[in-house]
């Protein structure tokens, strides 16, 4: 299911945010004071623009009160993101996830609404030491241009069904290499053919970009 976005910020952190979800088919407004910045990322983006967030009306204009998610980056002004966090909570945004510059700063955005609080250096730092004490075979799978390890919602054809009955392989070319339940919460690493699938579990699904792009379509 295509969603809505708003990156705003679009330092090196905000840049690939933006063209990431770009690529992977989802409407992306990109938006910074920087001329320069917008540019780069116009054709990466469904929208780039150039806006003061600080200006509430002006995220009210651009129509950030239907995003699903926003972004907000905007390094070392915690001033701006501290109100531009403020202003899309009142908006009724219901995901918020914001880079703080520390802890202190982060406790602020908190308290005025960010759902998510993102410190990209030291979330990286502890991935890289966490995959050198426990490799995770996921880190060092080589994938192609054409294939990806996605996590996906059921589409509403799925649930009730087991996975021998929606019989992916062959009519998709997909693996469903594993499901996290999260009514009643659990993991379950290749899941049987018989394991029934419900609208509160999460798909962990292995196949060419194309094939997975199908399904989320159902």
């Known amino acids: 299911m295509k969603k809505k976005y708003a990156v705003i910020g679009l330092g090196s952190f905000g840049y690939w945010v933006a063209r990431t979800l770009f690529s992977s088919h989802q409407e992306t407004i990109a938006i910074d004071m920087d001329k320069e910045k917008v540019q780069k990322i116009n054709k990466f983006s469904s929208m780039a623009v150039i806006a003061d967030v600080t200006n509430k009306d002006t995220l009210i204009g651009l129509g950030l009160a239907d995003c699903d998610a926003a972004i907000i980056s905007l390094g070392d002004d915690p001033s701006a993101s501290t109100l531009a ?12 996830l914001v880079k703080a510059i520390d802890e202190s700063h982060a406790k602020i955005l908190r308290k005025v609404g960010a759902t998510d609080i993102i410190f990209p250096e030291k979330d990286m730092g502890q991935k890289v030491a966490k995959t050198l004490v426990s490799p995770n075979i996921l880190d060092f799978l080589e994938m192609t241009d054409d294939y990806e390890i996605t996590q996906i919602g059921p589409p509403p054809g799925f649930i009730g069904k087991t996975l021998m009955e929606l019989e992916l392989p062959s009519r998709f070319g997909l693996q469903v290499i594993a499901v996290r339940e999260l009514i009643p919460e659990n993991f379950t690493p290749a899941p049987r053919a018989d394991f029934v699938i419900k609208d509160s579990d999460i798909l962990y699904i292995l196949g060419r970009k194309k094939d997975i792009e199908k399904i989320r379509n159902l």
């Open 85 to 96: 966090t403020l202003y899309l909570n009142e908006m009724g945004v219901k995901q918020i």
